[in-house]
């Protein structure tokens, strides 16, 4: 079906940015959302952003004004931009991306989640 591979994580100092990137292949026929979920110890998943086909985006209130939300359409990948990060933003991002797949001449809904990358935010 459709694969997702994220990268981009990793140890990164208050008020550091960070770019998050999730690449999606495979017999891919369209792409609608494009999200970044989190999770962080001991919480439940969360909404983080969110791109549509059209490239409108919503943000959780947490990520407004520091977080950009993107995606390429050529590369069918979504990116993560965040700024000014804070050690609540301390979490596993997960990526999750809702489309089309191509099977076997028919054309199948799927929604496909990555495994996630660690984001680490200490001093």
């Known amino acids: 079906q459709v694969q997702l591979v994220e990268s981009g994580g990793g140890l990164v100092q208050p008020g550091g940015s960070l770019r998050l990137s999730c690449a999606a292949s495979g017999s891919i026929f369209s792409i609608n959302n494009m999200g970044w979920y989190r999770q962080a110890p001991g919480n439940q998943r969360e909404l983080v952003a969110i791109?549509?086909?059209?490239?409108?985006?919503e943000y959780a209130d947490s990520a407004k004004g520091r977080f950009t939300i993107s995606r390429d359409n050529a590369k069918n990948t979504a990116y993560l931009q965040m700024n000014s990060l804070k050690p609540e933003d301390t979490a596993v991002y997960i990526c999750?991306?809702?489309?089309?797949?191509?099977?076997?001449?028919?054309?199948?809904?799927?929604?496909?989640w990555g495994q996630g990358t660690q984001v680490t935010v200490s001093s």
């Open positions: 999750n991306v809702h489309g089309f797949y191509h099977d076997y001449g028919r054309v199948r809904l799927f929604n496909s």
């Open positions: 791109i549509i086909s059209s490239g409108g985006t």
